[in-house]
């Protein structure tokens, strides 16, 4: 079965997410901020950013995530 963009030729990794919507886990961890970062201030075409937190230690993913929105992040 082919894949809807396998063939197709994008200018730019924001061309590539235009209109999609985003799945990211990890997103607390260095890696995953970095990327999520890159990906709101990248690409302001992309539908959704979804992410996946789990608890840690007496934190909820509800503070976990304003943890991230808080950071300040380097980029790569």
Sequence with gaps: MDQPNENKDFESVSDFFEGKSVFLTGSSGFIGTVLLETLLRCCPG???IYILLRPKGDLMPEKRKELI????VRML
């Design 69 to 72: 929105f808080e950071k300040k």
């Design 46 to 48: 992309i539908a959704s």
